[in-house]
Nanobody, 123 residues
Framework: VQLVESGGGSAQAGESLRLSCVAS????????VGWFRQAPGKERECVST????????YYAGSVKGRFAASRDDAKNTFYLEMNNLKPEDTAVYYC?????????????????WGQGTQVIVST
């Protein structure tokens, strides 16, 4: 599975950005899909994960209520809508696929990663 993110850029606090992740290769319903981010000097952290089994979507506490993840199966594309952006959202954002588990927040459980897209939020 190859993943390509897009949609990053610069925004001011309070504005919105929408990230896209296009997957080439078949994404089985047994695969887990997640969005992660890594800020300078910090570890990569989970922002959101899909769980196909129960349809649930996990959000990190820092983004809950502001970010919304979705998918378009027909386009094999995943989205992360980021609203009310804050300077602390500044990071490189990645989408990732796990062939082993669903709904995991552990970076090490994901097998395929996109190249990342930079998001910079200024005050």
């Amino acid at each position: 599975v190859q993943l390509v993110e897009s949609g990053g850029g610069s925004a001011q606090a309070g504005e919105s950005l929408r990230l896209s992740c296009v997957a080439s290769g078949r994404i089985l319903r047994t695969y887990g899909v997640g969005w992660f981010r890594q800020a300078p000097g910090k570890e990569r952290e989970c922002v959101s994960t899909f769980n196909w089994i129960d349809g649930g979507i996990y959000y990190a506490g820092s983004v809950k209520g502001r970010f919304a993840a979705s998918r378009d199966d027909a386009k094999n594309t995943f989205y992360l809508e980021m609203n009310n952006l804050k300077p602390e959202d500044t990071a490189v954002y990645y989408c990732a696929v796990s062939t082993r588990v669903q709904g995991a927040t552990n970076v090490g459980l994901y097998d395929s990663w996109g190249q990342g897209t930079q998001v910079i939020v200024s005050t």
